[in-house]
């Protein structure tokens, strides 16, 4: 075993140049897999700690206890309790103080007039609780707010909206309120929750700005007296509360929230971080097995004068595998240290690039340093066993042979394999897009187009081989003639070394490709369905922003050079027992800006009790004009509503649509997410803009975008993911 041992340290010295290849394609691997693993953990543990500060001084929460969830939200809506509760709970035994806790969207106005945030954290506005243990946040320079208009700020929005106490701001609730800063807030010692923004109000002003009607809130902070549990207090509450509310632990409500994202968000972005170390992976199982076929080859009289010599298949196989165990457990652990570095470069990207993560030390878990490192080592080792085998079936006679060329690359069970699975892959990818649009299916046919080319790979290299070599001798003379034929000596050599790189280019053409058609996709989609001039919109991407107020598409509608404007507002509500995602806007006049398709009935005639719903929808539901649908709102009525019109486009519209006077009843905190203007006849597209941008900076000063500006910017959340 020790001459062994000598064997392998003298081998890795005499071939360290060609290690060094398999050396980085383990490292890379390892590297982009613990620093996936890594940020995950970091992640998961800052929210968890952000939500936990939140809660902090909180035993219990009183709230709603039902929700109301759309497709494809992470976060369901919940009905809004009543303020009086406050007087019940205080007479709880082992309540020490309440607060009600009113929250809903606020993005202030910087010192230059933009919006703070939006493009992802939130933006939240709600009442200053004068608790200083219910509160999270805490008065770092100047006051409370006592009267209507003064707010006080998170120190991060401040600074980077440039203001600072006593000034005078513009607050979008989304209605433009007038405000001024009387107070700049911590939040656990740190400038903000994260990225988040929040501005405190008095409870007059929140009750007025950010809920329905008076007396609501989202929520009741509850604190508990000494010597009782969180889970004591919980119990106490129970039986005071009235039908539909309920009382959970402060530490549950933190909990929820931290499995919110980490359900969500964060298993999403893992998810998507781990395919590129699957990549990373894949490419250095070629690269490694290549290395290791070359050596095995080069050393062939080696191996054969060994056995020779009395060295058993055993030994000359395992010499082999040690040589690899070294070379994957060095990479690895090096690997680990570098993805550790790559954790903390993309935590430090994050808030370049507009992603609302918090900040937090990182996380080093256990898993994180095994895994990668048990994923090296295997790697390494399971791309060496092939040629280490073959390593140890050299005959003793082969040192006196003269290497012969391979010509398995090229054999007809490889062609006919191959052939196969590229037919496959075709069916499978064509019958995926084309036919039957199914991920599964188009994924299935992209994965066996890989193994195709992988397969077929040394059968198509002696061709492509020859047919790129064939201008060497001309240009290189011999040196070139000797590269042409080495490549043809092994044409599963060959083949494997194109295929690292093969991978590599395919990943970057997926993404590329991807993203371009993304776009493309939404720019068609924009030019379908939007017939307006411009568009007022918030934020495309993320949590961020305040909504446009639902004032703004009449003030616009009033210019003169604007023909129609029409506001789209979001509610939700269940149908049949699932939740279901409004359009809350004016029908008679929708179909002017916007590209609904065939619209049977009338759109013109919803009134309070009528609703429209797309071909896909009603077929979905067996729903056709004069059938009745059910909605459930979160105030908890339940209403029927009369089928009035059905429309085959909904890719800006949406797939339900009522009236503002059939929503009016049942709303929270009103806004709408878009408004289409179309200009009259004869007026140019930035006279009609500059008009339209007028009336907007009276309401918070939102983007004003022509139609292709709008569909550019639509796509930035898919620029974003590919920067990263």
Known sequence: MNASLRLTVASLRAHRRRFAGTFLAVFLGVAFLAGTLVMGDTLRASFSTMFGDATAGTDAVVRSADTITAPGESQGVRQPVDTSLVRTIEKVPGVAAVAPNIEGRGQLVAADGKPVGGQGPPTIAGNWINDPRLNPYRLAEGRAPARSGEVVVNRGAARRGHLRVGDTTTLRTPEPVRVTVVGLATFGGADGMGQVTFTGMTQADAEKYLTARSGQAASIQVRAGPGV??????????????????????QESAQENTDMISSRFLTLFTSFLLVFSGVALL???????????????????????????????????????????????????????GGIGIAAGLQALFPAIGFPFPKGDLVIGGLSLLLPLAVGVVVCLGSAL???????????????????????????????????????????????????????????????????????????????????????????????????????????????????????????SLFTVFAASLKATMDQTVSRSFAGDVAVSTPSFGAGGSGLSPGLAPAIARQAVVANAVGLGRGVAKADGSGRALTVTDP??????????????????????????????????????????????????????????????????????????????HRTQDSDSLIAVSFKPGVGTAQGKAAVQRVAAEYGNPSVQTRDEYATSSAGGIDMMLTL
């Not at 549990?229 to 402060?250: D, H, N």
């Open 229 to 250: 549990t969180q889970r004591g207090l919980v119990s106490a509450l129970t039986p005071v509360l009235p039908r539909g509310v309920e009382a959970i632990t402060g």
């Open 283 to 337: 490419v250095a199982t070629f690269s490694i097995h290549n290395t290791f076929a070359i050596v095995v080859a080069q050393r062939t009289r080696e191996n054969a004068l060994l056995r020779a010599l009395g060295a058993s298949r055993r030994q000359v196989t395992v010499s082999t595998l040690v040589e690899a165990s070294a070379v994957a457990v060095m990479a690895s652990a090096v690997g680990l240290a």
């Open 386 to 508: 092939l040629p280490a085998v073959r390593a140890g079936r050299t005959a003793p006679l082969a040192a006196l042979r003269e290497t012969a060329v391979d010509r398995s690359g090229a054999s007809r069970a490889r062609v006919v394999v191959g052939g196969a699975l590229a037919a496959s892959a075709v069916v499978g990818t064509l019958a995926g897009v084309l036919v039957s649009p199914s991920l599964w299916l188009a994924g299935t046919g992209s994965v066996l187009a890989l193994a195709a080319f992988v397969v077929l790979g040394p059968v198509a290299s002696s061709a492509a081989v020859r047919a790129l070599g064939a201008p060497l001798h001309r240009l290189r003379g011999v040196t070139g003639t000797l590269a042409r034929r080495n490549a043809l000596r092994s044409p599963r050599r060959t083949a494997a070394t194109a295929s690292a790189l093969m991978v590599g280019v395919a990943v970057v």
């Open 588 to 665: 008679a006049t929708l179909g002017r800006v916007f590209d609904l398709g065939t619209v049977r009935g009338s759109l013109a005639h919803l009134g309070t009790d009528g609703i429209a719903v797309t071909e896909k929808e009603g077929r979905g539901q067996h729903l056709a004009v004069g059938s009745t649908v059910r909605l459930t709102f979160t105030d908890g009525t339940t209403e029927p509503f009369t089928v009035r019109a059905v429309y085959s486009r909904s890719e800006l519209v949406g797939d339900y649509v009522i009236t503002r006077a059939a929503w009016a009843p």
